[in-house]
């Protein structure tokens, strides 16, 4: 059990931290902590599993007790036999290139006898259905199953807390299904699991209670069945992701929405009533190191269109992506831009590519310069990228650095980019994940204000509250094909 | 193919051998002895990757070298002195990258076998996931920066030092990230836990690994006593 107690942390290098938060995690329980993003959810995971105050420092007040012991005067090594930590991000916590290793580095810094560490550590593999990953070098893995090697890592150890933050912010819709299975058979077996997400359908089943956490306090609580009535306009209000799959988010277009495979040779999409095929791709293919990533890709998007480009981790949307963008070559097939066939150094000149990743894709030292680098500074352009900064929320942010900006404002920062390069084909790479509802909404509405102004836009996404929001069409890549 | 790695003794006992053959010898052509059982090594693991590598590398080296001593091919750019010294040493180059390509695990089983403490071997773990990371995220910032037009040949000639910091600040900045995230990540799985690390990959040296170790001193040995000793 953890018991928060009138607990207030601020960190020492920064305004950020949480205040007056009070929270009961009984034993076996699934408490899922929500809210917008910055709210300070992530805090309250660090004071649980430690490392807060001891790895982050800050000054805390209050009291947190795990199992009746003051957490804070546990060392960290002891907090984390008992509590498991699943990070956000996996590929930045593995310190193996091999799945055995990686799962037992666990139990290999406790000490643990060799036979006990390989018992547990073939255990998990196979708990977690990761025995046919073994031979496979974890940095080709995909997400989702770098996700589950992660968990697995933790489930080794067999704790009795986990402390999972947004663990599925990289995951597709399947990834997220496969993710629930298992916490389903973690919460099965009686462990406690503190759940920090924005993505909410997939917790249906697993979560007993949501917390709300706000401006760095917790504003409400309510029970799974209470969360299920909350009206459509009290979670748009709280800027909270749809609770059960299927309920409408923003503007359904259900009518217009098609289910495309591309790898069949359907007939494009039905066009507009002024249609201007701006992206004609035919017959795409591409092979990298031997090994085939997509074939016989073909489609058409329009002029004003946003087409959502969909499909399992790992199936090569990404690649797609950089093919179309000119960031690769391709090794069949063509592309055209207007109806002109392009090269992948004149494709670069014409379409814009934002990566999901956003750690590298800025240069300069303010918000502001990122995006006028390379563009003249007239006054006209001066006020279009206000008015933009404004629209995506980051004005209050226009002098600071990038690397200084959280994940969800440089994700925003990204599409602001996009917009302002002048280019007439945007692709934005998981512009949403891990961001919360309202955040999503800013991103939709910035979206379909360009796609109107004539841009075609391509979007590779697994949020299925995006597409429904704001895409014409969506396009499923299945993998290899 | 899976890998039948031998035991880290046996391969910093290999790269001592070599070290020791090719620093004392007073015939460098008879270098080609120890490269030879190199090569041999890396078959036996089944390291076949490196084995080709390595193998095409010697042999365009070798070829080289007949054309500079036959048919006086002249070198500009990599002269003929370098052409002669990475033959000599490929015999350390093919053990030494046979070391360090030895899957992390192992590596950190041999040295907490030999009691050296956690926080050397962790440094370990995370130096041999650094490289292989930082590799990613500089091929991304490559990538954004031809996305964003930084890397067009009139910018760059124009704009050297400016292209310059922007590949350094963001490689900067996401090293100091990488490494705090490599760094809780351990803190939370117990990486400060007091006393010996255990290992999944702990296992016995076998009569294998005896027989090997007995193949490169006797080779050396051999090696020098052919190729007579320099002093």
């Known amino acids: 059990m953890i018991r928060m107690e009138n607990v207030s942390f601020h960190y020492i290098d920064s305004e950020e931290g949480v205040s007056g938060i009070s929270l009961n995690v009984r034993n076996g329980e699934c408490v899922v902590l929500t809210g917008p993003s910055g709210g300070g959810k992530t805090t309250i995971m660090r004071l649980l599993n430690g490392l807060a105050p001891s790895y982050y420092p800050g000054a805390l007040t209050g009291r947190i007790f795990l199992n009746k012991t003051p957490l804070p005067q546990l060392p960290l090594y002891a907090v984390g036999q008992q509590v498991g930590s699943v990070f956000q991000d996996p590929r930045s916590q593995f310190f193996s290139s091999e799945l055995a290793g990686e799962v037992a580095f666990a139990c290999e810094n406790y000490g643990l006898l060799k036979d006990e560490i390989r018992s547990r550590t073939d255990y998990a593999i196979d708990a977690l259905s990761l025995d046919h990953l073994r031979e496979r070098n974890l940095d080709v893995l995909s997400s989702g199953e770098k996700q589950r090697t992660a968990i697995a890592s933790v489930y080794a150890l067999r704790p009795n807390i986990y402390i999972c933050d947004e663990p599925t912010s990289n995951l597709d819709y399947e990834g997220a299904e496969e993710l629930a299975v298992i916490l389903r058979r973690l919460k099965a077996e009686g462990c406690t699991l503190v759940i920090a997400e924005h993505r909410l359908s997939w917790l249906h089943g697993i979560a007993d209670r949501f917390v709300y956490v706000c401006d760095g306090r917790i504003r409400w609580e309510r029970n799974a069945d209470e969360m299920e009535r909350l009206s459509d306009k009290q979670r748009k209000e709280a800027g909270l992701r749809v609770v059960r799959e299927g309920e409408t988010a923003g503007v359904y277009k259900g009518d217009v929405l098609v289910l495309r495979e591309v790898n069949e040779t359907k007939s494009d999409p039905p066009a507009p009533c002024s249609p201007a095929a701006a992206l004609r791709v035919q017959n795409l293919y591409c092979r990298k190191k031997g090994r085939e990533i997509f074939r016989n890709i073909s489609f058409t998007a329009y002029t004003g269109q946003i087409t959502a480009i969909t499909g399992r981790n790992g199936a090569g949307k990404t690649s797609l992506a950089l093919v179309l963008s000119g960031l690769w070559r391709e090794s069949g097939g063509q592309i055209e831009i207007g109806g002109k066939k392009r090269r992948a150094g004149q494709r670069r000149r014409q379409i814009w590519f934002s990566s999901n990743d956003t750690g590298t894709q800025f240069f300069t030292n303010s918000v502001t310069e990122e995006l006028l680098l390379h563009s003249e500074r007239s006054e006209e352009r001066l006020e279009r990228t206000r008015e933009l900064l404004n629209d995506l929320g980051l004005y209050a942010y226009k002098d600071a650095h990038p690397t200084t900006l959280s994940g969800g404002q440089k994700q925003r920062l990204s599409i602001a980019c996009g917009v302002l390069s002048d280019r007439k084909i945007l692709i934005f790479d998981e512009p949403t994940s891990g961001l919360d509802g309202g955040s999503m909404n800013q991103i939709a509405d910035v979206l379909r204000s360009e796609a109107k102004a004539g841009k075609t836009i391509l979007v590779i996404t697994h949020d299925q509250e995006l597409v429904r929001c704001c895409c014409d069409y969506e396009m499923v890549v299945f993998a290899g094909q | ?231």
């Open chain 2, 1 to 231: 193919m899976q890998r039948r790695n031998l035991a880290v003794l046996v391969k910093l006992w290999a790269l001592g051998c070599t070290i020791l053959g090719i620093s004392l010898t007073a015939d460098a052509v008879w270098t080609f002895v120890l490269t030879v059982t190199g090569l041999a090594y890396l078959a036996f693991q089944r390291n076949f990757r490196l084995l080709c590598s390595m193998g095409v590398f010697y042999g365009l080296l070798t070829l080289l070298l007949y054309l500079i001593q036959y048919h006086g091919l002249h070198m500009v750019v990599f002269s003929e002195f370098y052409v002669l010294m990475f033959w000599n040493l490929s015999a350390v180059f093919i053990v030494g990258f046979d070391l360090i390509t030895t899957p992390p695990g192992e590596l950190a089983a041999f040295l907490s076998r030999i009691h050296t403490p956690t926080p050397v071997i962790l440094g370990l773990l995370v130096m041999f996931r650094f490289f292989p990371t930082m590799k990613a995220e500089f091929k991304s910032v490559g990538r954004s920066m031809r996305n964003r037009g930084l890397t067009a040949p009139a910018w760059l000639l124009l704009h050297p030092v400016s292209s310059c910091e922007y590949v350094l600040v963001p490689m900067l900045l996401r090293c100091l990230q990488i490494a705090d995230q490599l760094s809780v990540s351990a803190v939370a799985r117990g990486a400060e836990h007091p006393g010996r690390r255990g290992s999944y990959y702990e296992k016995r040296t076998s009569i294998i690994d005896w027989c090997w170790l007995f193949v490169w001193a006797a080779v050396t040995g051999l090696f020098l006593w052919i190729g007579d000793v320099r002093v």
